[in-house]
């Protein structure tokens, strides 16, 4: 064979080659664009447009659009798209909503998964993370914070009765109702010294009455049974758990009360602590951001949730507010992949920096206790927890009875209690026949 014929068969089968290589490459798929949607309510979208862009450097067929929806109608468009099978992939929810989403959320299997497990879990986060979100070694979601309450005093006033420090136990407020509140010639209250004694016009009443059972000791209730706790006796005592928080927490919108200092002709209790209409309320960091979209000029001070007893363990009762995936997404991998980067320190040092919202972190938790502005909130997140609420909806309606009933006149705190508690345990139970 000639060399000419040697070149000639080189090039021709160099062609041959050169042809199936860019065939095989042209007939590879391209990489798949693929776009997660996140609906929420407290965060910006801006708040995530770096977080969303520095995920997208490392994933760039990920697509992110968060969406922030009204907190009036946001439960409403979730059950409206889960029933069109059109949910978001990601939402955020609180943790008291987990047990009545959990049919709809796709966990994370810790038992097989290569980045978490069980003890991955327990050194990152604190107990009430824990107890809300691992479900039999599953991973239901990620906590992007954990919120606390707090008692909020107008400093201003503080400063005209020369009260130098805020009260820091329940006694301590006591004292204080006599001095603060202010009535016309009628007796009518026109300044309530704390925001706090009935139930509907209280912003979060479930959780400050949760706390104060909790604080005197009560587990409030027993998950694997389904059975309620607050209507059994404090120990060595013939009072029970709901009956004294009860006795305590409506005494300030009882009109015969020594401590009568708030009704239901108040707005609610945000708005009236940005009014000047109350000296203080309980509340979480949360309320910040609405005061100051009321008041923004109210200079104003926060200090740890008044403790009741003294001989029980420190508790304070949290809010979780959590990522979870919709177990329908057709991309719950590439879902759970964008989780964990949303976990990560560093993106939830940012998160925390940029929201103010008390981290979830375990190793956060000290920055935030040093920070000026959410460093009460942050102080009490290792002495977090919360209950189990099958339904928060039902409960919410049961709690706002037991308290009407009281401030009414009604019943005693006594049968409020054991008849709220009966209600629980009924709507529980039949909750659970129809599953």
Not at 120 to 129: G, L, N
Not at 162 to 186: C, G, M
Not at 342 to 354: E, R, V
């Amino acid at each position: 064979m000639s060399s000419r014929q040697k070149i000639i068969l080189f090039s021709v089968l160099g062609f041959i080659i050169l042809f199936f290589i860019l065939s095989t490459i042209l007939k590879r798929p391209s990489r798949q664009v693929i776009t997660l949607e996140i609906w929420g309510v407290n965060d910006s979208p801006q708040v995530f447009d770096s977080i969303i862009n520095s995920y997208r450097q490392q994933y760039k067929n990920i697509q992110i659009k968060y969406t922030q929806k009204e907190a009036g109608s946001y439960e409403n468009e979730l059950l409206a798209a889960f029933a069109k099978n059109q949910g978001p992939d990601i939402f955020i929810i609180p943790g008291s909503w987990l047990p009545r989403y959990q049919d709809k959320i796709a966990a994370l299997d810790l038992t097989k998964d290569k980045d978490y497990n069980l003890r991955s879990i327990q050194e990152t986060y604190p107990q009430i993370v824990q107890n809300e979100l691992i479900d039999n070694n599953s991973l239901l979601g990620i906590p992007l914070s954990i919120d606390t309450l707090a008692l909020y005093y107008n400093k201003d006033i503080f400063d005209y009765y020369k009260i130098p420090l805020p009260p820091d136990n329940w006694y301590e407020i006591l004292k204080l109702v006599p001095k603060l509140r202010k009535t016309n010639a009628t007796g009518q209250i026109t300044r309530a010294a704390i925001a706090l004694g009935t139930y509907d016009n209280i912003t979060w009443g479930n959780d400050i009455l949760s706390e104060i059972m909790m604080q005197l000791g009560c587990k409030m209730v027993n998950k694997n049974e389904k059975e309620v706790l607050f209507d059994e006796p404090i120990p060595t005592t013939s009072v029970l758990y709901g009956e004294e928080a009860l006795n305590e927490y409506s005494q300030f919108a009882q009109i015969k009360s020594p401590y009568y200092t708030w009704g239901n002709s108040f707005p609610n209790s945000i708005i009236a602590f940005s009014q000047g209409k109350t000296v203080m309320m309980i509340g979480y960091s949360q309320a910040r951001q609405i005061i100051k979209s009321y008041a923004p000029d109210l200079r104003y001070g926060v200090t740890v949730f008044p403790f009741i007893s003294g001989e029980i363990p420190q508790v304070n009762f949290g809010k979780t507010m959590n990522a979870v995936i919709f177990n329908r997404s057709s991309h719950q991998q590439q879902a759970w992949q964008f989780l964990k980067f949303l976990a990560s320190k560093g993106i939830a040092q940012y998160y925390f920096a940029q929201t103010k919202n008390p981290p979830a972190r375990l190793d956060l938790v000290t920055q935030a206790m040093n920070d000026p502005q959410v460093g009460i909130f942050a102080s009490q997140i290792l002495t977090s927890r919360s209950w189990y609420q099958f339904d928060n909806h039902q409960i919410d309606n049961i709690f706002s009875k037991m308290v009407n009933d009281v401030i009414l006149g009604n019943i005693k705190a006594k049968e409020a209690a054991i008849n709220a508690a009966k209600s629980i345990e009924l709507n529980w139970y039949q909750q659970t026949k129809n599953q």
